[in-house]
């Protein structure tokens, strides 16, 4: 046994009143155990001792023979973790920050008109708009941001309503022709007939995002208009009929947490491949609206409860932003911030850019890609660069650098932050309910370990097929003509 002295970084304890274990977190790696009581303990103990000593400790202490093992198993996982030192030994993590960036999350809005006028639209689209992104330039566009797009790009076409530009379809084979198999079309589904959905179909690797807010009409119809509601589900059938893949992405108002358990079981019935439940984000309209956000935790607590009453309902998860958060939680991913700019681009009809959707701000614009040579605005633009600089531990709020799962958070949505106290690196409004149900999460992970395990390995495999990727791409880009 090792006769140096240990030393342990700090660390916080969570703790339920109907669980006796605690949840031990090394928030700065991060790092968390779930362990006993008398391991918890037994931490206090490890600073300036040896493991000799930590083994009499224990002998006098508890009045037990200690299992070598165990202790020395506890004190290897520690080691490892980075989360202990031994005397004399700078044991930290290695932990490599971002020097290249590449886009790994495009929203591209073809238009800004939409035939619906919904309460919480983030670019206040309306029938009133009429600007159109034309396939010449839709194309130029695409052309200019590929050598910066990883293969693996998850590509949103959205709007105002998509399907009211009639290029989309042009568009959206373009993408599919330069091999990007993770395009995603965003629609509220009521201009879809069976003609729209057969002509879709002819677009591979095409998933459809369908904006049906409410199990019942009532409730979809408060966000999205009267007489929606049996549109939308007509254009789901339709879709659905002829193969497509569909997600359907409800906006979780207090209503539709109401009906949520009845909401997943229309979903079944339609044939829905997964639900992104999305919290409403304080810009646009919802800010307009007031529009309240439901407790994250309360929502991530009812979601656990339905799939433990029927675990066929977690088939829905695949890309959720809950199983996401809960797998980079099992993963111990590590966020220095939301990510805004440096994996995320949204383009405007115009070919306006911005770091991400919820940037789209006055004060955010990147500068417009049909003018000017993109690599000029990924690099130099003093916005992204700004973006790119944001770190948890550093320029946030210091509530975020003291807070117990900022790696697990990174901080909260910068554009929320922006649009609602017009600081880019304030306090998201959100917080308390994003802590409240990350730390509901880690009780989750700690408590449930088989639960999400399928999207943890699916987020694994692919956070490895991006990092491939991304490595690729600084290759192929250092070794060609473009000085990236």
Known sequence: MDNRKMYLKPYSILEKIEDENKIVIWS????????????????????????????????????????????????????????????????????KEPKDFFIQYLTFNITNACNLYCSHCYIDASNLKKQYMTFED???????????????????????????????????????????DRINLVSNATLIT???????????????????????????????????????????????????KVHLSPMITHDFFAE?????????????????????ICIGRAKENKLERVNDAVVFKKVVEMYEDDPDLINYIPGTLEAMYISNIKLLNRMINCGTGTGTLAIQPNGDCYPCANTIHSTM????????????????????????????????????????????????????????????????????????????????????????????????ELNREREAQILAKISLLRDSIIDY
């Open 28 to 95: 700065q790696l991060p790092f968390w155990l779930y362990i006993n009581q008398p391991t918890v303990e037994l931490l206090d103990y490890i600073n300036g001792i040896s493991i000799i000593d930590l083994v009499s400790v224990v002998r006098h202490k508890y009045d037990i023979e200690p299992d070598i093992d165990e202790l020395m198993s506890l004190i290897n996982i520690l080691h490892d973790a980075c989360a202990l030192s031994y005397e004399g030994q700078n044991n930290e993590l290695d932990i």
């Open 138 to 180: 839709a194309k130029k566009i695409i052309d200019k941001i590929s050598p910066y797009m990883i293969e693996s790009c998850r590509i949103n076409v959205s709007g105002g309503e998509a399907l009211m530009n009639k290029d989309v379809y042009e568009i959206l084979e373009y993408f599919a022709y330069k091999g990007y």
């Open 194 to 244: 069976k003609d729209i959905a057969i002509r879709l179909k002819r677009i591979s690797n095409l998933k459809i995002q369908v904006s049906l807010d409410g199990a019942t009409k009532n409730t979809h119809e408060k966000i999205r208009g009267k007489n929606t509601y049996e549109k939308t589900i007509d254009g789901i059938k339709c879709l659905v009929e002829e193969g497509h």
């Open 260 to 280: 949520i358990e009845q909401y997943f079981y229309l979903a079944k019935e339609l044939g829905i491949k997964a639900v992104f439940l999305q919290p409403v």
């Open 365 to 460: 614009n990147c500068g417009n890609i049909l003018d000017n040579d993109f690599l000029n605005i990924w690099k130099e633009s003093p916005i992204l660069k700004d973006l790119r600089k944001i770190h948890i531990n550093k320029n946030l709020d210091k509530q975020c650098a003291e807070c117990t799962v900022r790696h697990f958070c990174g901080g909260g949505c910068r554009g929320q932050a922006l649009a609602n106290t017009g600081d880019i690196y304030a306090l998201s409004c959100s917080c308390n309910f994003e802590r409240e149900q990350l730390i509901e999460m880690l009780w989750v992970a700690a408590t449930k370990p088989q639960m999400f395990d399928s999207e943890v390995l699916r987020q694994n």
